[in-house]
């Protein structure tokens, strides 16, 4: 619910905000007590930060793509390697890291770990000029043989990936909300604008083929929010929720995008223009298409847990 507020009012910020479940989620699920208290206590006492390292320039969605190697070295791991697409790169505080450490192994050699900010050999690049969701910092993050103790490794060694995934059922629930609240955002404005502008003597909702590009935006906005907290509800009450994540993701998403994108039709020309604000939740709308899984791996993991879990 609070997710959905935040970004009816910009997910610019609210993805900025969200960053910090994704980072802290595999930790919850993973990490000892110690490391609780080590990394996700602070959190909760002052303003921190943290980051989500999965992402590489030549692997996304194929996370086993990744070339990022966590070599051990006495009682370090040496991390090299280059991230890419990093939320909060510039100003977290640490970074939730997935390496490999056995790439003989495939995804069970890949291993995940925390890595404070001020560690030597860490080098951020510049920040990326993105359509969309401007306020969020997006940047590429390299470790140059970044020592990292092995107190800092996340469950075992080639665990790694399974709880990088494991974040998404936390995260995806949060995410989809926020693509409600742009939806609904958007949904606001035109309504707002359909009252106010006249064509051929009436206002334009009267036009029905206007009134009903409106009703559909209602109805997939409240298809999505239940959606979304069906897959909160599940998660909260410690069920397996990965199907009802993908769920939520791929529609609200597409929700988000669909009603940004006919919010513009509804403002006409004055859609076009960077001077009213429907312009601006039509780009931020695309990335939720795209970050967090994009909308065809929601697919693929739904056709997944249909086919191959049922
Ligand atoms: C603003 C922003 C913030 C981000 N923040 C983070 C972050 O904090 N941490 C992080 O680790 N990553 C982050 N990402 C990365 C994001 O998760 C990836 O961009 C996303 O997973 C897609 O990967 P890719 O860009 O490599 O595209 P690719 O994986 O190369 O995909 C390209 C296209 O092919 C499609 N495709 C790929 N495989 C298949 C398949 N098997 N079947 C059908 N279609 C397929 C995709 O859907 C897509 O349309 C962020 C990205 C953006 C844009």
């Given at each position: 619910m609070i997710a959905e507020e935040i970004a009816w009012g910009c997910t610019g910020i609210g993805t900025a905000m969200e960053a910090n479940t994704l980072a802290e989620a595999p930790v919850l699920v993973g990490g000892s007590d110690e490391q609780k208290r080590r990394f996700l206590a602070p959190m909760t006492k002052e303003f921190r930060l943290a980051a989500y390292c999965v992402t590489e320039p030549q692997a996304g969605s194929d996370?086993?793509?990744?070339?990022t190697v966590a070599r051990k070295a006495g009682d370090d791991y040496v991390l090299k390697g280059s991230k890419m697409w990093i939320t909060n790169g510039s100003v977290a505080d640490w970074y939730f890291v997935v390496a490999y450490t056995d790439p003989s192994q495939r995804y069970k050699g890949m291993s995940a770990c925390v890595v404070p900010r001020?560690?030597?050999g860490i080098e951020v690049g510049k920040k990326e000029q993105n359509?969309?969701?401007?306020a969020s910092d997006t940047r590429a993050v390299t470790f140059n043989d970044v020592k990292v103790p092995k107190a800092n490794l996340i469950g075992e060694e080639g665990k790694g990936f399974l709880l990088a995934m494991s974040a998404f059922d936390h995260s995806r629930p949060v995410v989809s909300a926020a693509a409600v609240g742009l939806a609904r955002s958007a949904m606001d404005h035109a309504i707002r604008y359909a009252k106010e502008r006249t064509t051929f003597g009436v206002p334009i909702h009267k036009h029905q083929a206007l009134a009903f590009m409106v009703a559909e935006m209602a109805m997939k906005i409240e298809a999505a929010r239940l959606l979304v907290w069906q897959s909160a509800w599940k998660i909260d009450r410690g069920e397996r929720n990965t199907k009802e994540a993908a769920f939520a993701k791929a529609f609200a998403a597409d929700t988000a995008m669909e009603t940004a994108l006919n919010a513009v039709q509804v403002f006409g020309g004055y859609g076009f223009s960077r001077e009213y604000p429907v312009e601006k939740l039509m780009r931020d709308a695309k990335v939720f298409q795209i970050y967090e899984g994009t909308s065809q791996i929601q697919r693929l993991i739904i056709a997944k847990e249909i086919f191959e879990r049922s």
């Open positions: 996370v086993q793509g990744i070339k001020d560690s030597p359509l969309g969701q401007r």
